[in-house]
């Protein structure tokens, strides 16, 4: 069983940044792609990042491109997700997820593993 424990969210004004952690254990962990989702209230869950098994193949939704990078450290087990530039519509619950295969994936349905999620409030 694999789990995913993310960390680092918060509370933070528009401009500002956070960095998401998740900590994964019960596989191994450098052969399967790592994504970052968020759920804001009252909308569905949208995909925000992918990484590849090795880090070499990123992939950002249009919304976040240029403010998030999406990073890993296979050594450490941990994904990271630096969020720049925050926005108020940048608030959510924000999901990192373990994926099926090696390479990256943009639905939510190619993961097979989620962490319980971190809220991050951006205000105006």
């Known amino acids: 069983q694999v789990q995913l424990v993310e960390s680092g969210g918060g509370l933070v004004q528009a401009g500002g940044s956070l960095r998401l952690s998740c900590a994964a254990s019960?596989?191994?962990?450098?052969?399967?792609?790592m994504g970052w989702f968020r759920q804001a209230p009252g909308k569905e869950r949208e995909f925000v990042a992918a990484?590849?098994?090795?880090?070499?193949?990123?992939v950002y939704a249009d919304s976040v491109k240029g403010r998030f990078t999406i990073s890993r450290d296979n050594t450490e087990n941990t994904v990271y997700l630096q969020m720049n530039s925050l926005k108020p519509e940048d608030t959510a619950v924000y999901f990192c997820?373990?994926?099926?295969?090696?390479?990256?994936?943009?639905?939510?349905?190619?993961?097979?593993?989620w962490g319980q999620g971190t809220q991050v409030t951006v205000s105006s």
């Open positions: 990484i590849s098994w090795s880090g070499g193949n990123t």
């Open positions: 997820a373990a994926g099926r295969g090696p390479f990256v994936q943009t639905s939510g349905n190619e993961y097979d593993y």
């Open positions: 019960g596989r191994t962990f450098r052969n399967y792609a």
